[in-house]
């Protein structure tokens, strides 16, 4: 699967939900690998920000990113755009910004969808890579009783719980379980918030831009007809007359759980700082901005030790090439044949496996009282590995073989010993120009790397 960024650009205009000003984001199509960019053109020099976890600055209403080398330089209510970019597919993406932040429009994320359905998105060269999750990740806040778990699974998924002290808004559930039904079923969900918590948010100067068509508005506790006409008045909004708890707006409600499935947006659009997509099912219970952005940064934390993934590995699944494949491409024997098989090929990468046993002949002199594998050899299977993509791409490769011309930045971590399984991703760091090629390996023994090498081969017809 490639990398997305859009076909053309898009722009979106309104006023922002804190500030009140008026707001014009302008998206444009990003080269592979950018990731989400935000740039203030609003500020002299255009000032830049990537939207990753640990630019977050603040939660209270929305995540708010700034820039690390400027603390007053800042981008706020970022999650919906975000989420939209998220579920389309997008990775690469420029946002252009006239405004401290981005436009709050109808309070939900379905203009972004509308704007991106309506300029098409295009496929680029790069691979998309995913965090796949492995293993059961949970982060919890004792203090809000948030939590959200990640489990293990092949695709995408989230499973949402609010729960509020409210007679009108009390428990609710949403679930999306494919990217696909987002917009229909997701993006139109509006931001809410209750009338009690109004007069604290403009005291605070919190919701400038914020009415009754950008917000639900949840009307859960008695006041008097003066208050809530005093309410309206900071909020410069006009004044309704309630006689019964329940929800106060122009426009009725998109679902039921209308609520419910805008914190699941929410989830969905600071998840997306984490840089990649991810693969796994979220369980999200009482979400809110502090504890989404702490599960990103969590994982933005472990791709910053290890920038790359070990690759998914089950010896149940038949492999793409077995031995008697990879030994009609590679002119290696025993004991120089260092792959086993290989279990994975794209246009740009591929993964091989080593299974490494006691009685490698090698382990006779390095070392006998503790055998260990040598690094040499390590790369030189990373290199076979390398070799086999390079041919995969050529008519009759039995006609070619290839030769390492350069090694560069050889890493070794950790031991590999007798029992190991050695998996290989390797590849190509530039396309294959006149018969050279310069890739990048892998080595990993279970989830941690064990050596890292970027070398050039030459591929040559055979005599």
Request: overall charge negative; aromatic content about 6%.
């Amino acid at each position: 699967m490639k990398q997305q960024t859009l076909k053309a650009e898009f722009r979106v205009n309104g006023k922002g939900l804190h500030s009140g000003v008026k707001v014009e984001a302008i998206f444009k199509p990003a080269s592979e690998n950018t990731g989400y960019l935000f740039k203030r053109i609003d500020l002299e020099g255009s000032p830049v920000i990537e939207a990753v976890a640990e630019n977050v600055v603040a939660t209270n209403r929305g995540t708010v990113l700034g820039s690390k080398s400027n603390k007053d330089i800042k981008v706020g209510t970022v999650e919906h755009a975000l989420a939209a970019l998220y579920a389309a597919g997008i990775d690469n993406c420029i946002i252009e910004l006239d405004g401290p932040e981005l436009p709050i429009l109808d309070g939900s994320a379905i203009e972004y969808c509308e704007k991106i359905e309506e300029v098409g998105l295009m496929e680029q060269k790069a691979d998309k890579e995913f965090y796949v999750v492995k293993q059961r990740i949970k982060v919890v806040d004792e203090n809000s009783g948030s939590s959200l778990i990640v489990l293990p699974d092949d695709e995408f998924s989230i499973d949402t719980l609010i729960e509020f002290d409210s007679p009108v808004l009390n428990n609710q559930f949403a679930s999306l379980n494919s990217m696909a039904h987002f917009k229909d079923e997701i993006a139109g969900s509006r931001t809410f918030v209750f009338v009690r918590e109004i007069m604290p948010l403009v005291q605070n100067n919190l919701i400038k831009g914020g009415d009754l068509d950008n917000a639900i508005v949840i009307y859960d506790q008695e006041m008097s007809q003066e208050e809530l006409d005093k309410i309206a008045d900071i909020a410069g909004v006009s004044h309704t007359e309630v006689d019964k708890l329940g929800y106060l707006n122009h426009k009725p409600l998109t679902h039921p759980n209308e609520p419910a499935r805008h914190k699941l947006l929410d989830v969905l659009g600071d998840l997306a700082l984490i840089g990649r997509p991810l693969k796994g099912r979220i369980i999200a219970t009482r979400p809110g901005h502090t504890i989404n952005t702490k599960l990103s940064n969590q994982i933005r934390k472990e791709l910053r030790y290890q920038n790359v993934q070990a690759p998914l590995y089950n010896p149940n699944t038949p492999p793409v090439m077995d031995i008697n494949h990879i030994r009609e491409l590679l002119p290696h024997r025993y004991p120089m044949q260092l792959v086993d098989k290989v279990i994975e090929i794209g246009d740009n990468y591929i993964v091989g496996i080593k299974n490494v046993t006691s009685n490698e002949p090698f382990f006779q002199g390095h070392f006998p009282e503790e055998p260990v594998m040598p690094g040499v050899l390590q790369i030189e299977a990373m290199a076979q590995v390398g070799g086999l993509l390079v041919l995969n791409g050529v008519d009759e490769p039995e006609r070619y073989s290839t030769y390492f011309m350069k090694i560069d930045n050889v890493k070794f971590r950790q031991k590999v010993v007798p029992g190991d399984t050695l998996i290989f991703h390797i590849s190509f760091m530039t396309p294959l120009r006149r018969g050279c090629a310069i890739m990048k390996g892998y080595a990993f023994v279970g989830e941690k790397i064990v050596s890292e090498v970027e070398f050039m081969a030459q591929i040559i017809k055979n005599k």
